[in-house]
């Protein structure tokens, strides 16, 4: 594990696959990893606890067939100090879902992409403000806010 601040770019947002929705893609472990779809990768292989948030907060860096290259931000690097053995976890997964050994590093250094963990919030905010407009553009609940001068609590609003 070594610090690192930036040795090659992510790649970039657009090209997150179909991969990335739940429910996506087959799941073919090699096919996500040769498109650089780090969060389609974590989602296929139905990661869980430590492992699985230490996946989502790394920024996919590289994959050259036998090593896959993570960069993990100083302000998550508790995820990899907390548990040194989550890394291997990793390695094993990916070993049983591609077939061959795969080894992974994650460097701590700046993100300078996006995580797994920050386009799901991202699209977390978003299905929020689409729920909340939605309700202040129903015609009953904008009846009940003129008739008993009541207000939309946002922070109560769950997306669907």
Not at 104 to 123: F, L, M, N, S, Y
């Amino acid at each position: 594990m070594e610090a690192e601040a930036g040795a090659q770019s992510p790649r970039p947002a657009s090209a997150v696959s179909a991969a990335s929705a739940p429910g996506g893609a087959s799941g073919d472990m090699p096919a996500l990893l040769a498109m650089g779809d780090w969060r389609g990768a974590i989602r296929a292989l139905e990661l869980g606890g430590l492992v699985r948030e230490l996946a989502q907060h790394c920024e996919w860096v590289d994959f050259n067939g036998e090593e896959l290259r993570l960069r993990l931000s100083s302000a998550h690097r508790h995820l990899l100090d907390m548990n040194r053995a989550a890394v291997e976890r990793l390695e094993d997964m990916l070993g049983s879902a591609t077939g061959r050994a795969t080894r992974v590093r994650i460097d701590v250094g700046d993100i300078a992409g996006e995580t797994p963990a920050q386009r799901d919030e991202i699209e977390r905010r978003a299905r929020h403000a689409e729920a909340v407009a939605a309700l202040e553009a129903d015609p009953f609940v904008r009846e009940l806010i003129e008739r008993f001068d009541a207000t939309l609590v946002e922070s109560s609003v769950k997306p669907l």
